[in-house]
């Protein structure tokens, strides 16, 4: 009795839950599914944003985005490829373990790509496993809703790993659907939608992401799920939003990317203008020889160090490298007491 009232006393447990349970959420604490839920029966949007690296992740992180999702989408925007198809599932892993490196606040999911999931239930659940053990993710992400998929998604939930569906415009599908197309413009097809989106919800997935297809249709299916949606090309009916971090930021000016950046995507800054910008200045800098001044030259050697250095080398038959080394002292001496430009 006495052991169990100091195990108590020294635990920060309260002593009518098991271990800690879900806290309310704050700014400094990692978003779950549970603060997902929440938002959503408020009636509030979920903000959900796709990003492949550190940096973009420290960024996103610091936004107050609800879900940072690493997207198989890295295929086309990060590596140059013209569809989603060819990444791996350990370069998707290598996209996450970065990602959650610069993450502490999103709630993060994983895709899981083409090739990793498909075969059999058993594949679904090891590839899961390795995007949450490997991978750092919280949750992982599927498309489809073939029998195959919905088996896959309910296999996964089973194992206790939280999954986010994927229904309309379904990249990793390409070669069935002809191309990029958007999906539910025909009753059929519409109806499908809806249909595949509430079999994922009976599969135990917390959210559908519901890509390219006409407003009404993703009204319908927002209003016929009791879990959110989340729209990407799909109006402003749904649950919440994604969209790609590269495209939101406008940040590629490159005709490939130009290709693959989709018609539905808003750009809230024109930061690859900037970058440009920044390069063309860099190179001409170099190139004139203006960078770097002794203002970004900030390692010191004194000048009793440099005539006994220039010695040394004189020593070593190096006249040429000692008269170097004599002038560089000196150009940077003249040049240390100049303004800055103030760009650093």
Avoid at 37 to 46: A, F, L, M
Avoid at 201 to 211: D, K, M, P, R
Wanted: hydrophobic residues 40%; glycine residues 10%.
């Amino acid at each position: 009795m006495l052991r169990l009232l100091a195990r108590r006393l020294m635990s920060n447990v309260p002593e009518n839950t098991v271990y800690s349970g879900p806290k309310p959420q704050s700014p400094g604490r990692r978003v779950t599914l549970t603060h997902l839920r929440q938002k959503h029966r408020r009636g509030e949007p979920i903000t959900v944003v796709t990003a492949y690296d550190y940096p973009s992740a420290a960024h996103v992180d610091s936004s107050g985005v609800d879900v940072l999702l690493v997207g198989d989408s890295a295929a086309m925007v990060v590596h140059g490829h013209d569809t989603t198809l060819p990444i791996s599932l350990d370069d998707m892993l290598a996209h996450c373990r970065a990602v959650a490196r610069g993450a502490s606040r999103p709630l993060l999911v994983g895709d899981l790509p083409f090739g990793s999931y498909e075969s059999s239930a058993s594949e679904a659940v090891r590839s899961a496993v390795r995007m949450l053990k490997e991978g750092g993710m919280d949750a992982i992400k599927l498309e489809g809703g073939a029998p195959s998929r919905i088996s896959a998604a309910k296999a996964i939930v089973e194992a206790g790993i939280g999954v986010m569906g994927h229904v309309g415009l379904t990249p990793q599908a390409i070669s069935v659907l002809g191309g990029f197309r958007p999906q539910g413009k025909t009753v059929a097809s519409a109806v499908k939608v809806v249909e595949t989106a509430l079999a994922l919800q009976e599969a135990g997935c917390f959210s559908i992401v519901l890509e390219c297809v006409p407003a009404p249709v993703a009204a319908a299916a927002t209003a016929a799920l009791q879990i959110p949606t989340i729209g990407i090309g799909a109006g402003p009916f749904c649950s919440g939003q994604v969209l790609v971090y590269h495209d939101l930021l406008g940040m590629l000016q490159h005709p490939h990317h130009a290709k693959v950046t989709p018609k539905f995507c808003k750009q809230y800054a024109h930061v690859g203008d900037v970058i440009s910008k920044a390069l063309s200045q860099y190179k001409e800098e170099v190139e004139n020889r203006s960078f770097p001044s002794a203002l970004h030259t900030p390692y010191k050697i004194s000048e009793a160090d440099v005539d006994g250095f220039s010695n040394e080398l004189q020593k070593m038959g190096l006249n040429e490298a000692a008269s170097a080394a004599a002038a560089a002292a000196a150009k940077n001496e003249e040049t240390a007491g100049k303004p800055s430009d103030g760009n650093c």
